[in-house]
């Protein structure tokens, strides 16, 4: 099921539409592994000792890995990690706002968006809703909201800089209050419960964000570009996804090949199913465990293990090319990044440089670094997270993009087949190092 570049970005475009919340990506990655024979497991259940393929979805976040036939007591693991979430809005408590004959929907921002890509799209309301019964319901409206932006003719300074306010200026409208009736229908919860099947009076709690709708869309001279949302980083999600189907498909030997797709990474990772919390570190605890390892013999696996965390990055902008580092300028589609920092905000390390050059010949990609001018200090990633809470060597790679934390981000069509092909050979190839 090798699919070519062309049908890759197809599927990424759907997998993306798909995922318009944490939630939904979780659980669209759990289903695809669940139809290719991944055994879907409960953190509430004992979990098998037997080979086999497994996932298991916290929330917004979901590993998934493949036990081989000969796994042992001290079997390394080859992680593919990478987060769930983006930036963008999440729905405020009594989130109608009747404001001047309009309704709005009462926004908090989560992460940090480029405010400005938000405004003038229909956007989506996506996430979960859990209902008095208890149950736990994922649900995505179509384009039901937008964010106006002002007229230039009522801010004829706007192009000399647009300040956006984040409580006043990004509420964005959902209808009209024009009788009460009206104002019922356009009820923000009752819109988002009706997606979900169930009335917004059973509604005990809701975790829902919004999403641009607008459906992903190749372009360029040569339409070796693709634009969409989420890119960052659900673009990493996606290889990790296709590279484990690919090592289910071919049979994997001596290591434990695992997706782990964290929630939360976009507010620093700190929760229960972000990638500081424990989620990663409890689930190793149970499968070492079900080996029967010892605690040395666990901690000698993970100290022959891997964990490529793929986070999407920047390729240098022709526009501001003032801001990227003089010497090291990453383009589309001339393979994914190598992340490195001296600080240590990406865990890039010579070993870890190695590792990576390994698996980019076993996969046949070509490579390009990736590094901060000083006086624009980069992001961080949940590598430096992961590796610090527990010891494993961590490399930190991902594609190019440009607009990054805009609603509609940017890649090289190239690129995704090249991470897609990394993160197979990184789940199947001989490493020395
Ligand atoms: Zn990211």
Same mark, same amino acid.
């Given at each position: 099921?090798?699919?070519?570049?062309?049908?890759?970005?197809?599927?990424?475009?759907?997998?993306?539409?798909?995922?318009?919340?944490?939630?939904?990506?979780?659980?669209?990655?759990?289903?695809?592994?669940?139809?290719?024979?991944?055994?879907?497991?409960?953190?509430?259940?004992?979990?098998?000792?037997?080979?086999?393929?497994?996932?298991?979805?916290?929330?917004?976040?979901?590993?998934?890995?493949?036990?081989?036939?000969?796994?042992?007591? &001290?079997?390394?693991?080859?992680?593919?990690?990478?987060?769930?979430?983006?930036?963008?809005?999440?729905?405020?408590?009594?989130?109608?706002?009747?404001?001047?004959?309009?309704?709005?929907?009462?926004?908090?921002?989560?992460?940090?968006?480029?405010? %400005?890509?938000?405004?003038?799209?229909?956007?989506?309301?996506?996430?979960?809703?859990?209902?008095?019964?208890?149950?736990?319901?994922?649900?995505? &409206?179509?384009?039901?909201?937008?964010?106006?932006?002002?007229?230039?003719?009522?801010?004829?300074?706007?192009?000399?800089?647009?300040?956006?306010?984040?409580?006043?200026?990004?509420?964005?409208?959902?209808?009209?209050?024009?009788?009460?009736?009206?104002?019922?229908?356009?009820?923000?919860?009752?819109?988002?419960?009706?997606?979900?099947?169930?009335?917004?009076?059973?509604?005990?709690?809701?975790?829902?964000?919004?999403?641009?709708?607008? &459906?992903?869309?190749?372009?360029?001279?040569?339409?070796?570009?693709?634009?969409?949302?989420?890119?960052?980083?659900?673009?990493?999600?996606?290889?990790?996804?296709?590279?484990?189907?690919?090592?289910?498909?071919?049979?994997?030997?001596? /290591?434990?090949? /695992?997706? !782990?797709?964290?929630?939360?990474?976009?507010?620093?990772?700190?929760?229960?199913?972000?990638?500081?919390?424990?989620?990663?570190?409890?689930?190793?605890?149970?499968?070492?465990?079900?080996?029967?390892?010892?605690?040395?013999?666990?901690?000698?696996?993970?100290?022959?293990?891997?964990?490529?965390?793929?986070?999407?990055?920047?390729?240098?902008?022709?526009?501001?090319?003032?801001?990227?580092?003089?010497?090291?300028?990453?383009?589309?589609?001339?393979?994914?990044?190598?992340?490195?920092?001296?600080?240590?905000?990406?865990?890039?390390?010579?070993?870890?440089?190695?590792?990576?050059?390994?698996?980019?010949?076993?996969?046949?990609?070509?490579?390009?670094?990736?590094?901060? %001018?000083?006086?624009?200090?980069?992001?961080?990633?949940?590598?430096?997270?992961?590796?610090?809470?527990?010891?494993?060597?961590?490399?930190?790679?991902?594609?190019?993009?440009?607009? /990054?934390?805009? !609603?509609?981000?940017?890649?090289?069509?190239?690129?995704?087949?090249?991470?897609?092909?990394?993160?197979?050979?990184?789940?199947?190839?001989?490493?020395?190092?």
């Amino acid at each position: 099921m090798s699919l070519s570049a062309d049908e890759l970005i197809e599927d990424l475009g759907r997998f993306v539409t798909e995922s318009p919340s944490s939630y939904h990506a979780a659980e669209v990655t759990a289903q695809r592994l669940s139809a290719a024979g991944f055994t879907r497991l409960s953190e509430q259940q004992d979990w098998p000792a037997q080979p086999g393929r497994y996932v298991v979805v916290r929330d917004g976040a979901v590993l998934a890995w493949i036990l081989p036939d000969d796994a042992a007591a &001290t079997t390394p693991l080859r992680i593919l990690g990478a987060h769930t979430d983006s930036p963008g809005f999440k729905l405020k408590p009594k989130s109608t706002v009747i404001s001047h004959g309009w309704v709005q929907a009462g926004t908090e921002v989560y992460g940090g968006p480029l405010l %400005n890509s938000w405004l003038d799209r229909e956007l989506r309301l996506a996430g979960r809703l859990v209902t008095r019964d208890g149950a736990t319901h994922l649900a995505a &409206t179509g384009p039901v909201a937008r964010i106006p932006q002002l007229a230039i003719h009522l801010d004829r300074q706007v192009n000399e800089g647009l300040k956006l306010g984040k409580q006043q200026h990004t509420t964005p409208v959902l209808g009209l209050a024009g009788s009460s009736e009206a104002a019922a229908e356009a009820d923000v919860l009752a819109v988002i419960a009706a997606a979900a099947g169930v009335e917004a009076s059973e509604v005990d709690g809701y975790d829902v964000v919004v999403a641009d709708s607008q &459906t992903p869309a190749r372009f360029g001279a040569q339409h070796e570009f693709f634009a969409s949302g989420r890119l960052d980083n659900l673009s990493s999600v996606y290889a990790g996804l296709q590279g484990l189907l690919d090592a289910a498909e071919n049979g994997t030997g001596g /290591m434990i090949p /695992m997706l !782990a797709a964290f929630d939360h990474e976009e507010l620093g990772s700190a929760s229960r199913s972000g990638a500081a919390g424990p989620f990663l570190e409890e689930a190793l605890g149970r499968i070492y465990e079900a080996l029967g390892a010892t605690a040395a013999q666990r901690a000698q696996a993970l100290a022959g293990s891997w964990h490529l965390s793929s986070d999407a990055g920047h390729a240098v902008h022709p526009n501001y090319s003032e801001r990227h580092d003089p010497a090291n300028r990453p383009l589309p589609n001339a393979g994914p990044l190598l992340k490195i920092n001296a600080n240590q905000r990406y865990t890039t390390d010579a070993p870890g440089a190695a590792m990576w050059a390994q698996v980019c010949r076993a996969a046949g990609i070509p490579s390009q670094e990736f590094v901060s %001018n000083n006086d624009i200090p980069c992001g961080s990633t949940i590598g430096p997270i992961t590796s610090t809470r527990l010891g494993i060597r961590t490399v930190d790679v991902g594609i190019p993009l440009l607009s /990054m934390h805009s !609603a509609r981000e940017m890649c090289g069509v190239d690129d995704v087949a090249h991470l897609r092909s990394a993160a197979a050979a990184f789940f199947s190839a001989e490493l020395t190092v």
